[in-house]
């Protein structure tokens, strides 16, 4: 018998159909060991020795492997073909030598790059080993990720209340958003005027022409900067004539882009589905696991986690054979067309990532498939093609004229290109950020010296525009623009791109408004406090250096204890250096820092720090444990706070005070808007207790008027006598929403809005709808049912809980992944969450241990009476000796708290 180990079990299922009844095929679900998430788990003092933890989940699995394997003549490790991967395959096998069940097992490792019986059969027949370079560079990874973050991020608490984590890759990623956002809120827009003339050949045909040279002087993009300029300019071309000096047309070529590559497809998918780049892995690892399509599951693309471009040449054959099919023999190049990247790491060695089977065209599969799958396979299956196909042919046209006039000359430029042979653009065109549309225009026929007259364009009245425009700040980066930078500057790889940019939102650090990734004040402070006292390690050089190394690592060129040794002694002195560093310290330098942000300079140049409620005060950043906000230096005789700065768009309360909107009838008092650390809020008075509400979710501060901050502060409101009991049915605002209330029952309401209308009639509803429910206690109806656990441990179901959608098995509630669908969550996917969960919460047999942990403390008690005053100043001497066993403990205790908080940078 011959057993096959693969991580995942719907990959399981279908190899097994492949091997056929000799094979028996196991799924590993994932990592089976991890670094336990709590201090000392990776001990530098000891050579960096690693303690490894199976949680109870894997330990039933590796059982059954364990078991399996004792009686098997082969083992074959078919995990898949990266570094995680390859570490997976080297901690099952570790695992079973430490068990002795291997004996006289032949052990063999194999990869493939697809799940097709062609591709699983193909690699059976060239095994290998362990490949211990690749093992290493994961070793190293999973050690400075680890080190850096239970390092680094109790600094962050100590230091930086509110604060969450810090990661070896995650920081450098949040550092290029929020440098970016800074670009933006310095940036002055300069003023610049540009001239363009609309002409008209001797035929008739309008086209239009940009200004190149005025009075013998070049004039650039932004070189006219103010209306009186361009003024002279356009009255000097209005009395002008125009002559043709000369056309040129220069044949030109569009070559197709390359397959794709993880950073690539994350890109393209951002740009053209507007998926992120975690819900294009989820996809394509749907994609590659395979469909059922004629009663056999096949794998649909290749390994979706790959740096290279190549793709195998049985690959380009088909390709071509099916350009020839679908658009003739002239889109099929002479020679097939081969790539290559810059990619330096192992996994430059595999194939792009493409369909398994070009034959199997989009529409083919697509009943096969759920709506996104079949988009995602449809981009990659076109890209794929048009890597193969001819080359566009175009051709470039530049007519430059002279205009003369009031003594005065002028020259102008008309751009324009025509597709003379479409190649591959019939199929696939790349989504490009510096699109140029005035190459893109076709311009008409005309020959050199003819003259031009001046005419319209499209309806336009002016035949000469001046018109006026602003720089702009460069854009925030999305999704697809970071991935390309973080590239670009040799940051992270590709199993790192979709989690460190969902660890980011994660965190709150950035939020994703409108395809923008935007950081909010949480992960600007932290980037703000990395880069003043742990610059070294958030620079972009130091960070793709090391990425270098880790990646020598895997080519068997460099030791990985050494690269540990020599970043661990230069990172330890830095965390050392911050010991003494005061929190107050910490608070000036930030205030500096982030000064642009936080303190913008006011247009009446008054001084943006002066406290706006009190006559001396001045602002300053504060920190508490729900996060950083501004507050005067006069507290506690000045109460006012407010968060760091305005949202993106605008909608918070003015940051220069608060906002009187009127005066309250009833008491004369004025009621103001104004904006606090946990966001904007009405206020009534300036008491000593002022009565205040927070606005609701939805409400938008610009739109808050006198009436609508009056009904917030009467709340909560009373509805009415319940016609059961005669007690008294009340509606508000809570934390959790609208809500009506009676006897202790709380229902949840559908608006904010509803707050100030319900009437007793929907109060009673709502409230016999939630008793008949049971409260929280109730069984909830699930949002899909999963199935059976594959442990056959009980059902596992996903539910839509208060705080989003979760997984529940048993005691066990997973949450979502953000931007998961719940509909499209797998039983596989399920298992795999609900493990993690388990293994970071140590869900333990509550009975016995319980019952165990109470007999001896009864005993000690009983102990204690007996021994007396002697046994009492024995144990002030032993608790005495254990002072340095409780700070260790102490420290250990934070770093298992924060074991959610802390980024693996790596993690697949």
């Known amino acids: 018998m011959n057993v096959v180990i693969v991580e995942s079990p719907a990959k399981a299922k279908t190899i097994n159909k492949y091997l056929g009844a000799d094979y028996q095929v196991l799924a590993s679900y994932g990592h089976v060991r991890d670094l336990p998430p709590k201090d000392g788990s990776v001990k530098p003092d000891e050579d960096f020795a690693m303690t490894w933890e199976v949680d109870a989940k894997s330990q039933k699995r590796l059982s059954d492997i364990a078991k399996a394997v004792k009686d098997a003549d082969r083992l074959i490790l ?90 070896r890759v995650q920081s450098v990623a949040l550092r290029l958003i929020c440098d970016r956002e800074l670009e933006i809120e310095v940036f002055k827009p300069q003023e610049y005027w540009s001239i363009l003339a609309n002409l008209k050949t001797p035929a008739g045909d309008a086209f239009q022409a940009g200004l190149t040279v005025f009075d013998g002087k070049k004039i650039g993009r932004h070189d006219i900067t103010n209306g009186e300029d361009a003024g002279r300019i356009k009255t000097m071309l209005l009395a002008s004539t125009y002559t043709v000096d000369s056309v040129t047309s220069k044949p030109a070529k569009r070559n197709p882009a390359a397959p794709f590559t993880t950073s690539t497809l994350q890109q393209e998918a951002s740009r053209k589905l507007g998926f992120s780049a975690s819900r294009t892995m989820q996809v394509a690892q749907k994609l590659y696991e395979g469909a059922a399509i004629g009663g056999e599951t096949t794998g649909l693309i290749t390994y979706m986690r790959t740096d290279g471009v190549q793709i195998a040449q049985e690959a380009i054959e088909s390709a071509r054979k099916v350009i020839g099919q679908d658009f003739g023999d002239k889109y099929v190049p002479e020679k097939p067309r081969f790539y290559s990247s810059k990619a330096k790491n192992a996994q430059e060695a595999h194939e792009a990532v493409r369909p398994t089977d070009l034959a199997r065209r989009p529409k083919d599969v697509a009943r096969f498939l759920d709506p996104d799958q079949a988009r995602l396979y449809e981009l990659i299956w076109k890209r794929t093609m048009a890597s193969q196909m001819e080359s566009a042919v175009l051709e470039r046209t530049t007519i430059e004229i002279v205009a003369k006039g009031q003594g005065q000359t002028a020259q102008l430029r008309a751009s324009g290109s025509v597709v003379r042979f479409d190649g591959f653009l019939a199929l696939y065109q790349e989504s490009r950020d510096d699109e140029d549309d005035e190459n893109s225009r076709r311009l008409p026929a005309v020959d050199g010296g003819a003259a031009l007259t001046l005419g319209s364009v499209d309806g336009t009245s002016e035949t000469i525009e001046a018109n006026q425009h602003f720089t702009t700040p460069p854009p925030r980066y999305t999704e697809a623009s970071l991935v390309k930078k973080m590239e670009e500057l040799g940051i992270g790889r590709p199993s790192t791109y979709a989690s460190t940019l969902q660890t980011l939102r994660d965190r709150d650090y950035v939020e994703l408004e409108k395809k923008q990734l935007v950081p909010q004040d949480k992960g600007r402070i932290v980037t703000a406090f990395l880069e003043s006292f742990f610059n070294r390690y958030v620079e972009f050089d130091f960070t793709a250096s090391l990425e270098e190394q880790l990646d020598k690592i895997s080519a068997g060129e460099l030791s990985w204890l050494d690269v540990l ?95 009187v909107l009127g005066q309250d009838p009833e008491t004369g008092l004025d009621v103001s808007l104004r904006t606090g650390r946990f966001g904007p809020y009405v206020q009534l008075g300036e008491e000593a207790k002022p009565k205040r509400s927070s606005l609701p979710k939805g409400w938008s501060a610009a739109d808050m008027d006198l009436d609508k901050a009056l009904q917030l502060l009467s709340l909560p409101r009373e509805v009415g006598p319940h016609p059961e009991d005669g007690k008294m049915i009340s509606a508000g605002i ?56 594959p442990e056959g441990s009980g059902p596992v179901n996903v539910y839509d809980g208060r705080y989003g959608p979760y997984i529940k098995h048993g005691k066990i509630n997973a949450t979502l992944p953000k931007d998961t ?88």
């Open 78 to 167: 078919a995990t898949d073909p990266d570094r995680e991967g390859e570490a997976i395959s080297w901690h099952v096998l570790e695992v079973l030598q430490k068990k002795r069940v291997l004996k006289d097992t032949q052990v063999e490792r194999v990869v493939f790059n697809a799940i097709t019986k062609q591709a699983i059969l193909e690699a059976m027949k060239h095994p290998r080993q362990i490949d211990t370079p690749l093992v290493d560079a994961y070793l190293a990874r999973r050690a400075l990720d680890y080190l850096v973050g239970f390092t680094l991020s109790p600094v962050l608490w100590r230091k930086l209340p509110g604060a969450r984590s810090a990661g």
């Open 565 to 659: 040794r020599a970043f661990w002694q230069d990172f330890s002195a830095t965390v050392d250096e911050t010991k003494d560093l005061r929190v107050a310290q910490v608070i000036d330098t930030l205030n500096e820092l982030l000064g642009p942000h936080i303190f913008p300079a006011k247009e009446d140049g008054t001084n943006p720090r002066a406290c706006p409620s009190c006559a001396n005060g001045q602002l300053s950043l504060k920190v508490s444990r729900f996060g950083a906000f501004i507050g005067c230096s006069n507290y506690p005789e000045c109460n006012y706070t407010r968060q760091l700065a305005k949202s993106g768009d605008g909608d918070g309360a003015a940051d220069d005070g608060p906002k």
């Open 734 to 789: 809570g934390r959790y929403g609208p809500f009506v209330l009676h006897d202790g029952t709380y229902a949840n309401l559908s608006s904010p809005d509803e707050v100030f209308s319900v009437g007793i009639n929907r109060a009673v509803d709502a409230l016999a709808e939630k008793r008949a429910k049971g409260g929280r206690g109730a069984t909830a109806t699930p949002l899909k049912e999963l199935g059976e656990h």
């Open 821 to 908: 669908d719940p509909q499209a969550v797998t039983l596989e996917q399920a298992v795999l969450l609900i493990a993690e969960k388990a293994a970071k919460s140590g869900t333990k047999k509550p009975a016995a241990k319980k019952t165990a942990a109470k007999k001896p403390a009864a005993k000690k008690t009983a102990a204690k009476k007996a021994d007396g005053a002697a046994k009492k100043t024995t144990t002030r001497k032993t608790a005495a000796k254990k002072t340095t066993a409780t700070k260790t403990t102490s420290k250990t205790t934070v770093g298992s708290a924060a074991s959610d908080e802390v980024p693996w940078d790596d993690a697949s």
